[in-house]
């Protein structure tokens, strides 16, 4: 059964960069989308970015300018960088396992991550 | 702003039937998928594509899709489906993925 595993710093600074790493384990890394996710406190959830085995990378508009997400193949980890954090970047980040494809008969996608880690919480106070 | 819109809040009795709906223009191309997310939890998905349920949920839940609209069903809610539940998918260009703004479920 695939695991999630995932440490990263708690407690930043304005203006520090957040750095998180997610480990995989139990399961192949090849063939899907490895997500980045967060949420503030009381609020929903926000897709980050996601990366695949080959380094190709896709991020939230929103956050573009400051994130970079990195894999490790040869650990099964992947890693979130977050640069020049603010009180607004203070969320639980969880990452997590995609799969997307076609569905039978062609016409319709499906998307869905289907393995979370447990979350790790991101405090940014000066 | 979310591409996927929710109704923020859901009440429904127990034993009865709810329905949580999920509208976005990329819908019409993608099935969504529905996270059960208890508070201090993870989520945890409980419908994906057209109506599939992951090892170890209830058959109560299920899932459909009309146009842009995708709907989460659970039948004879019970007590233990108090959460919040989001859906997610793509979005139109199919480069980034989306989550709706979430749903409470209280379970009367």
């Known amino acids: 059964q695939v695991q999630l595993q995932q440490w990263g710093a708690g407690l930043l600074k304005p203006s520090e960069t957040l750095s998180l790493t997610c480990a995989v384990y139990?399961?192949?890394?090849?063939?899907?989308?490895w997500s980045w996710i967060r949420q503030p406190p009381g609020k929903g959830l926000e897709w980050i970015g996601e990366?695949?085995?080959?380094?190709?990378?896709n991020y939230n508009p929103s956050l573009k300018s400051r994130v970079t997400i990195s894999v490790d193949t040869s650990k099964n980890q992947f890693s979130l960088k977050l640069s020049s954090v603010t009180a607004a970047d203070t969320a639980v980040y969880y990452c997590?396992?995609?799969?997307?494809?076609?569905?039978?008969?062609?016409?319709?996608?499906?998307?869905?991550?289907?393995?979370w880690g447990k979350g790790t919480t991101v405090t940014v106070s000066s | 702003s979310s591409e996927l819109t929710q109704d923020p809040a859901v009440s429904v009795a127990l034993g009865q039937t709810v329905r949580i709906t999920c509208q976005g223009d990329?819908?019409?191309?993608?099935?969504a998928s529905w996270y059960q997310q208890k508070p201090g939890q993870a989520p945890v998905l409980v419908i994906y594509?057209?109506?599939n349920r992951p090892s170890g949920i209830p058959d109560r839940f299920s899932g459909s899709s009309s146009g842009n609209t995708a709907s989460l069903t659970i039948t004879g809610a019970q007590a233990e489906d108090e959460a919040d539940y989001y859906c997610?998918?793509?979005?139109?260009?199919?480069?980034?993925?989306?989550f709706g703004g979430g749903t409470q479920l209280t379970v009367l």
């Open positions: 990329s819908l019409r191309s993608y099935y």
């Open positions: 594509g057209k109506n």
């Open positions: 997610n998918s793509r979005d139109s260009s199919g480069n980034h993925a989306v």
């Open positions: 997590a396992r995609g799969s997307s494809a076609v569905a039978a008969g062609g016409s319709y996608y499906y998307y869905y991550m289907d393995v």
């Open positions: 139990g399961g192949s890394f090849s063939g899907y989308y």
């Open positions: 990366i695949n085995h080959s380094g190709s990378t």
